[in-house]
Nanobody, 127 residues
Framework: QLQLVESGGGLVQAGGSLRLSCAAS????????VGWFRQAPGKEREFVAA????????NYADSVKGRFTISRDNAKNTVYLQMNSLKPEDTAVYYC????????????????????WGQGTQVTVSS
């Protein structure tokens, strides 16, 4: 059974940076696409970024393009989300998720695509 654990969240001032990690256990992560999503209080879960199995394809939400970078280290079975120039509106619980379907495409931004989810890590950006 694949398990995902997010870490790296915390409280940061606007303009600051955080790096989130998504560590997998139970299976190797290099055969799966991985996505990051976030959910703010009272709002629906929204797509943030996704990365293909090899790392050669990436997809970002418009709201984070140019500020966030998704990457993966398959040797460490971990996917990262580097978040720079953080804004108060980035405040949310951030989740990583795995898609076991080997095909890459627009579906990577749809939460329904994903089969395994972590428990989330809180990111709070103060103004």
């Amino acid at each position: 059974q694949l398990q995902l654990v997010e870490s790296g969240g915390g409280l940061v001032q606007a303009g600051g940076s955080l790096r989130l990690s998504c560590a997998a256990s139970g299976r190797t992560l290099n055969t799966y696409a991985v996505g990051w999503f976030r959910q703010a209080p009272g709002k629906e879960r929204e797509f943030v970024a996704a990365i293909s199995r090899s790392g050669g394809n990436k997809n970002y939400a418009d709201s984070v393009k140019g500020r966030f970078t998704i990457s993966r280290d398959n040797a460490k079975n971990t996917v990262y989300l580097q978040m720079n120039s953080l804004k108060p509106e980035d405040t949310a619980v951030y989740y990583c998720a795995v898609d076991v379907d080997p095909w890459w495409g627009p579906k990577t931004s749809d939460a329904r695509t994903y089969d395994y989810w972590g428990q989330g890590t809180q990111v709070t950006v103060s103004s």
